[in-house]
């Protein structure tokens, strides 16, 4: 298939896998005082009406023509909206016009299809939303206890791993003496269970559930004009009062002072709280 996409609209011709075709790709004209397609392209791709939109705004638009090797004939085109289950219903390859990435792919069709199961219980995808990042914190609770877990471990451990760094510090890096340094660390970690990296890799692993899930919400036509509550009544727009993302902010920072600082450096921690 060939053709032109915004974000949640999709315009594509399908000749099929048999038949070669060629397309060629133009800008129409860029202004919406110049032309009745401008105005269809405009609605469907740039999501603006000719009646309150000023003459002579510009607006990027793109055309193409398809030209079949076996001439003219009858050609099969889909214009509707990126959504998952009717462009996989008219042809599987066609649901890879959303861009969901390549790898995250696998992860993001399942969270979709919960987040449509959700909403067909609640009624509202604001809510949705809500629920399906509480579920996704309980799937990966048992990785972030884990980790948690053990970096209060390693915290513990700071006060005997600076005394073994300390008898180790007038040495130079490339002193073979200090290799027993490194020994004596890894026989405390051994004796007390601590795994230095079991702070880190159970986050990593929980990583990729939530890239998938941010890539979700930018590219599920569902949220395009859905309304939440009070002010927010489009989940596709930014927040005009910017509330949601003060208090995110917020919460980050709270998430911060609450997660155990590892190492005893002060201003260290200082420079990580601002982070």
């Known amino acids: 298939f060939v053709g032109v996409d915004g974000k949640y609209f999709l315009v594509a011709a399908l000749p099929g896998p048999q038949r070669q075709a060629r397309v060629d790709y133009a800008p129409v004209c860029r202004r919406l005082d110049c032309g009745s397609p401008v105005g269809w392209f405009g609605r469907l791709f740039g999501r603006v009406e000719a009646d309150v939109i000023a003459p002579g705004i510009g607006v990027d638009l793109v055309a193409f023509d398809v030209s079949l090797a076996d001439g003219p004939t009858d050609l099969t085109f889909f214009l509707g909206p990126k959504d998952f289950d009717v462009l996989q219903a008219v042809h599987p390859d066609l649901v890879r016009s959303i861009n969901f990435g390549r790898w995250l792919s696998p992860i993001v069709v399942p969270l979709h299809k919960t987040l449509n199961w959700i909403h067909g219980l609640v009624g509202n995808y604001g809510w949705s939303i809500i629920i399906l990042t509480i579920l996704i914190n309980i799937a990966i609770f048992p990785l972030n206890h884990k980790s948690v877990v053990s970096m209060r471990k390693m915290q513990e451990l700071q006060p005997e791993m ?22 004596e660390l890894m026989n405390l970690y051994r004796e007390r269970g601590v795994n230095p990296a079991g702070g880190c890799l159970p986050m990593l692993l929980t990583m990729p559930v ?3 899930f941010f890539r979700l919400l930018p590219n599920a036509i569902e949220l395009w004009g859905a309304p939440f509550m009070f002010w927010i009544t489009d989940l596709s727009q930014r927040d005009p009062l910017y509330v949601t993302p003060l208090l995110m902010g917020g919460s980050m920072f709270l998430q911060q002072r609450m997660t155990p600082a590892t190492g005893g450096d002060p201003m260290q921690q200082k420079m990580m709280m601002w982070m």
């Open 210 to 212: 939530l890239f998938a």
């Open 162 to 183: 600076k005394a073994i760094q300390a008898r180790y510090k007038d040495l130079k890096t490339t002193d073979p003496s200090k290799q027993k340094m490194n020994t």
